[in-house]
Structures are given as structure tokens and as C-alpha cells.
């Protein structure tokens, strides 16, 4: 990595790292999307500190579905330098046939706050849709340096997959600071960004961050998902932390390998007679040594970074439901303060019917229609609250219905796919770890042949 001192005395033409990467092919286009941002100077990169043409190629393969009518690429990572901060930044290319788009194919640049802030404007937009979560803010395997490759290449995965499920979702795919978002220049973004912008139909803002009680009313569909949620979330983490110990033996398993081959090797200069089986046996197990090695490097991609999306993915859909259960409190609370309302106005009727019988003091009979006036006014408004929540709560389990059947769906999805890997990759290396010996076996085989014939 160069060091903070060289890289402030270098200021190096601005251009994208995958026209560095394939000859400059797209050379025009990178002028168009690669511009500075807030004046910043552009640091192209080391191939060292971010991408290769594996990689890029790889990725690129994430989301962009021809056939959809909204599909977002992610790549191209950018260092930017200013003052006392350097930060980077991705290319966004978007493919569009929408009405509400003027264009086909829009591309702009995004830092990582802009997903934030994007989040948090679809959640503040959309609280009972399952927003999909972002990759962490510092690091997605371990204290990764964030400037480095594979950290990068690592968090430009996990932005892709994030515009990915919210562009196929039917909802956030329409939402007007997403169109902000894949659309706007960066001046202009910029701009939108410092506006306080506040959707009138939210009401996340007032409750999300309100301590939830128990309900009095059980929502017996909710009540399971939560359930299921909590037993899933819990197996996953089980499987993620065997499987991590899994890993550690096994590099601890390939220090030992790795002590094995020259033993063998050296075994075979004192032993001329058994020279070529001793250095099979050693070719043999330096094999295995690199194809166990092989299969701890692609740990982090196989499974642990996609179980650790997932988990963050369950931590989502609670977080959904708790601001469900929040709605349905407020629903609840306002009708035990409408039935208090009933009948603190149905005691002050009878009061007043018995002091006009008993012929009361008119003082207090008057005190009495004051308050029975208040009540006539302050019932209805209420009655109107309890009305709007109890439509608001319809709607909002509605539309956390439809979006549990989706991620359920995508949840069989992702956990198939996350195992299927890790299993493949563990038949590599099983198959891998048979064609080493298999080899030196038929090597031995051979040679003993060609001895008891030349006897």
C-alpha cells in the first residue's frame, strides 16, 4: 500500500480502473462517468490495492438481467483525495425502460454514504417493506484495511447485491430518492442530499424509535415469524461458527502439511532405492497442502461473508416487524384512550341526570356541561385517530405479507446457494486430495511393474 506521504505528492491522470485493466478499450465512456467529485483530486489506484480482470469480470455478472426493465451495475472503485479525507468512490450503470426515466442508461459515481443515505430514505419511505441491509461500514471479514483489494472488491460484491434486491423489489424499485439516486449528476445529488425531505404518508419518523411493549393483541402470523426468525437466526449463527472453527483447523492443518514435503524430499537423497516413491509421497502432500489452502482462501467467499449478509438480512426483517408492532401499540393505546373517553362521558351524563333530579347547585351542573362539551369534541377527534391507525395497521400488515412471501422465497434461495457452494468446494478438495494419491499410486504401481519384469 503506498504510504499516506507518497500518495499526497502524486496526482495521477483521472481514469477508470477497467479501462487500465483492458487496454484503455472504453477510454471515451470513463471520460464521461469518472469526473471529480466535489472538486476532489482522483487517485487511480494500484492494481495491487483494488481489482483484477478476474474479479471485475466476475462481479459483473451480479445483476444485469437484460430482460428486466431496471437493472444497476456496480463497479470501477475510485480513490478520492481532498482535504483530510480520502474516501471511494463506484460507478453506477444503469439500464432502464421505464416511462418515469427520460433516458435508457444513465451512469453515475456513489461513495458508500450515498447507500446510506439511500437506505435510510427507503425505510423512512417504505418502514413495513424489508429494506435490504447494507454491507458494514468498516470492514466484511475480519480488520481488513479499507483501502485494500480485497476489502474493495469484497464491499463492491455486496453493493451489487443490495441494488439488486432493491430494484427487483415492486415497491422500492419506484421509489423517487431511488430515481434521485441512479440518476442525478453529482452536483445536483449533492444538492438533493442536504434537502430534509419528508414523505407525508411516513410515519416511521414519530415511532421507530419508540420502546415497543406487548401488545395486547396477538397477531398470530406476525407472532410466528418472529419465532421462526429467532430459531433461524440462531442455526445459521451455529452453522457459521462451526464451520469457522472448520476453517481454523484446517489451516492449522496445512502448517503441518507444509513441514511434511521437504522431510520426504530429504528422506529421499539418503534412501536412492525408495528416491522416487519418497518424493511421490511428497509431491503428494505438498498437493494437498495447496488444495487445503485453496479451500481456506475461498472460505470467506463460499460462506462466511454470504452467512454474515444473511444473518444481517434476519436482523432487517425484525427490525420490520418490531416497527409493525410499534403501529399496532399506537392503534391499541388510542383505543383504550377512546373507551376511557366513553366512559368518562357516560359517568358525567349519569351525574348530571341525578343532580338535575336532586336539583343541584347550578355551579355544578354547569361544571358538569363543560366538561361533557370537551368530551363531545375531543371524542370524535379521537375516534377519527383510532379510524386512520387501524387503516394504517391493515395496510402496513398487507404490505409486510407480501414482502415476507418474497423473502422467504429469496431466503430459500440465498441459503441453498450459500451451502451448495460450501459443498462443491469441499468435493473440490475431497476429489482434488484422491488425484494426488491416485497419481503417486499409479507411479508406484508402474515402477514396481518395470522392476519384476526387468527380473
Known amino acids: 500500500m503506498t504510504s499516506a506521504s507518497a500518495v499526497l505528492d502524486v496526482v495521477v491522470e483521472n481514469k477508470e480502473i477497467s479501462s487500465i485493466l483492458k487496454g484503455n478499450k472504453d477510454n471515451d465512456q470513463s471520460s464521461i462517468c469518472s469526473g471529480s467529485i466535489d472538486n476532489s483530486f482522483v487517485q487511480s489506484p494500484s492494481f495491487e490495492s483494488f481489482s483484477t480482470i478476474q474479479d471485475m469480470e466476475n462481479l459483473a455478472e451480479l445483476n444485469m438481467d437484460e430482460n428486466s426493465d431496471l437493472c444497476v451495475k456496480i463497479d470501477n472503485p475510485q480513490k478520492h483525495l481532498v482535504t483530510l479525507e480520502t474516501y471511494i468512490t463506484f460507478r453506477l450503470t444503469t439500464k432502464v425502460a421505464r416511462i418515469e426515466f427520460p433516458e435508457n442508461e444513465y451512469c453515475v459515481r456513489r461513495r458508500y454514504n450515498d447507500f446510506i443515505w439511500l437506505r435510510q430514505k427507503l425505510v423512512d419511505n417504505h418502514p413495513f417493506c424489508i429494506v435490504p441491509p447494507l454491507p458494514g461500514k468498516h470492514s466484511l471479514m475480519g480488520q481488513l484495511d479499507r483501502y485494500s483489494k480485497e476489502f474493495i472488491l469484497l464491499r463492491m460484491k455486496a453493493l451489487n447485491l443490495f441494488m439488486s434486491r432493491i430494484v427487483q423489489h415492486p415497491i422500492l424499485s419506484c421509489n423517487e430518492q431511488l430515481f434521485y439516486f441512479l440518476t442525478a449528476k453529482q452536483e445536483d445529488f449533492s444538492a438533493h442530499r442536504k434537502q430534509k425531505l419528508m414523505d407525508p404518508n411516513s410515519r416511521s419518523q414519530s415511532l421507530s424509535n419508540s420502546s415497543i411493549t406487548t401488545t395486547k393483541t396477538r397477531h398470530y402470523e406476525f407472532d410466528k415469524m418472529k419465532t421462526y426468525l429467532t430459531a433461524l437466526s440462531e442455526k445459521l449463527s451455529s452453522v457459521e461458527k462451526i464451520s469457522n472453527r472448520i476453517i481454523r483447523e484446517r489451516a492449522e492443518f496445512i502448517t503441518e502439511l507444509n513441514s511434511f514435503h521437504p522431510i520426504f524430499t530429504t528422506w529421499a537423497t539418503s534412501e536412492p532405492e525408495l528416491a522416487g516413491i519418497l518424493q511421490g509421497i511428497g509431491h503428494a502432500l505438498e498437493r494437498m497442502s495447496s488444495s487445503q489452502n485453496i479451500l ?25 416487524l418490531k416497527r409493525r408492532e410499534s403501529h399496532q401499540q399506537a392503534y391499541e393505546n388510542a383505543i383504550e384512550e377512546l373507551n376511557k373517553k366513553h366512559n368518562q362521558k357516560d359517568k358525567l351524563v349519569a351525574i348530571s341526570q341525578n343532580q338535575e333530579g336532586a336539583g343541584v347547585q347550578s355551579w355544578k351542573q354547569r361544571n358538569c356541561d363543560e366538561q361533557l362539551e370537551k368530551l363531545g369534541t375531543h371524542i370524535p377527534q379521537l375516534l377519527k385517530k383510532v379510524e386512520a391507525n387501524q387503516d394504517y395497521l391493515e395496510c402496513a400488515n398487507e404490505s409486510l405479507r407480501s414482502d415476507l412471501e418474497r423473502w422467504q422465497i429469496e431466503k430459500q434461495d440465498c ?24 497419481q503417486i499410486t499409479n507411479e508406484i504401481t508402474a515402477g514396481f511393474a518395470v522392476n519384476n519384469n526387468s527380473n
Open 296 to 320: 481456506v482462501q475461498n472460505y470467506n467467499n463460499t460462506m462466511a461473508n454470504p452467512m454474515k449478509d444473511f444473518l444481517s438480512y434476519i436482523d432487517v426483517v425484525q427490525d420490520t
Open 415 to 438: 441459503i441453498k446457494k450459500i451451502l451448495l457452494d460450501f459443498v462443491n468446494k469441499q468435493i473440490e478438495y475431497e476429489q482434488s486430495q484422491v488425484n494426488a494419491w491416485e
